[in-house]
């Protein structure tokens, strides 16, 4: 065989459709791919009805806040501006119209939208509908709107003919906006095509559309430090005054025994707390040994797990012993002779 058939054999093994699939499953629209059965879509990022364990974890956590404001902070610091491709003037107008278009004739400004856009890094992704409008002092289209579309609004994910993700979103819920009406199929929930859709992604598997960000590895840590706290809460709340114990002697009449009772089944903590017992009966205020310290040491370790999932461990540099970093007296003065 001669090597142009070889070549020409090859191209038409190569040519064509794309044999294999990605390995992403989505089944009615919805990404499952975590190995944690219980952990859907659904519960992660949240829908109408519940908020998901992500906007749980920076909402109640301190430290998981703390890492994703690391993560989010210095890029809405950063001073950004449009570079053309080249010295062209073609490019250089293109660069200016492109700045123009977030700068000046972007909804809400350019800031704003950054400040959604970078929860792409915790959530996994960020989703925004492109609107546009005529300009008629421009005598051209400029983008009006990066409307933010939350992920829980996502009832299913649909491809496009070319492969691009688009969304279904659930019906609306709340109010109308002030100055409109909505629309019919608003109630079924709104289809928005690939074309329409800014889709922003940390990292996905394939052509995951929903990736899960960085967030998913501090999930354990902050399941188990959640509990945590909730049982030195609950341990403080239950011994922090004690409990209430009879005590019955020799010759106390049985008879007043559950009027004895009753009397520290309501014995309440206070300023001025009192209580009065027959003869033969006493009461004594048992304590505890709740193990408080075992868990405000567990607490602090989870919350070190989570700052290294998030490549923030310096936010408990000096937590115990100090680091030289923090010192103003480090590196030490050497004098050379």
């Known amino acids: 065989m001669a090597r142009a058939d070889i070549v020409e054999l090859a191209d038409r093994r190569l040519t064509g459709e794309a044999l294999g699939w990605d390995g992403v499953p989505v089944y009615g629209g919805r990404v499952y791919l975590d190995h944690n059965v219980a952990l859907t879509p659904i519960h992660w990022r949240g829908n109408y009805t519940r908020i998901g364990f992500v906007d749980q974890m920076v909402r109640e956590d301190a430290t998981v806040q703390a890492g994703v404001l690391a993560y989010t902070l210095p890029l809405v610091g950063t001073d950004w501006h449009v570079e053309p491709a080249s010295d062209q003037p073609a490019d250089i107008e293109i ?74 979103q659930y019906a609306r819920v709340g109010d109308v906006p002030p100055g409109r009406s909505a629309q019919p199929s608003e109630y079924d929930g709104v289809t928005i095509p690939a074309d329409r859709l800014l889709h922003l992604r940390w990292r996905p598997e394939g052509d995951n559309p929903e990736p899960v960000g960085i967030l ?18 609950a341990g403080f709340e239950r011994w922090a005054f004690g409990t209430p114990h009879v005590q019955t002697q020799p010759g106390a009449d049985p008879r007043q025994a559950e009027e004895v009772h009753r009397i520290a089944r309501e014995l309440r903590a206070g300023v001025r707390s009192y209580v009065a017992t027959p003869p033969g009966y006493g009461i004594e205020i048992l304590d505890s040994d709740m193990k408080a310290m075992e868990i405000r040491e567990a607490r602090p370790a989870l919350g070190q797990e989570i700052a290294r999932a998030l490549l923030a461990p310096w936010l408990y540099t000096g937590e115990k012993a100090g680091a030289y970093s923090l010192s103003s007296g480090w590196p030490p003065a050497i004098s050379l002779r």
């Open 216 to 233: 998913r590895a501090c999930y354990a840590p902050w399941q188990a430090r959640r509990s945590y706290l909730k049982l030195e809460a």
């Open 95 to 168: 660069a200016d119209f492109v700045e123009a278009c977030f700068w000046e004739h972007l909804s809400g400004g350019w800031a704003a939208w950054l400040e959604h856009a970078v929860a792409y890094l915790w959530r996994g992704a960020a989703l925004f509908e492109v609107v546009a409008r005529f300009d008629r002092a421009l005598g051209r289209t400029v983008l009006s709107e990066l409307a933010p579309r939350e992920l829980w609004t996502v009832n299913r994910w649909e491809r496009d003919e070319a492969g691009r993700w688009g969304i279904v």
